[in-house]
């Protein structure tokens, strides 16, 4: 399995940015997908996670409301849209994957899954 993020950047505050991450390599459509952020020094932070079958899906609490968590199986490409960009977005973006799509809380509270992307940084200006 494979994961690449696109998407970040730049963006000042209050702006909007969208993350994608491309996966390949699931046989089917049973997986989740999550998206991680860092910030150097801190430890790894799960923020959204989708499970592909049902599309439940976690947010946590720095983002519920702001962030958007989607997953398109035929374009095999999970999606995080960010609005209401703050400087404390200011992180490198991971997606995770794991196999079998009833994981999907899991994903986001144990610390990520078996499958990770190269990152994306987002820098959000004051």
């Known amino acids: 399995v494979q994961l690449v993020e696109s998407g970040g950047g730049l963006v000042q505050a209050g702006g909007s940015l969208k993350l994608a991450c491309a996966h390949s390599g699931f046989t089917g459509d049973d997986y989740a997908v999550g998206w991680f952020r860092q910030v150097p020094g801190k430890e790894r932070e799960g923020i959204a996670c989708i499970s592909s079958s049902t599309a439940a899906s976690y947010y946590s609490e720095d983002v519920k409301g702001r962030f958007i968590i989607s997953n398109d199986n035929l374009k095999k490409t999970t999606y995080l849209q960010m609005n209401n960009l703050s400087p404390d977005d200011t992180a490198n973006y991971f997606c995770?994957?794991?196999?079998?799509?009833?994981?999907?809380?899991?994903?986001?509270?144990?610390?990520?899954?078996?499958?990770w992307g190269q990152g994306t940084p987002v820098t959000v200006l004051s």
């Open positions: 995770t994957a794991v196999m079998y799509s009833m994981r999907w809380l899991l994903l986001c509270r144990s610390g990520g899954g078996d499958y």
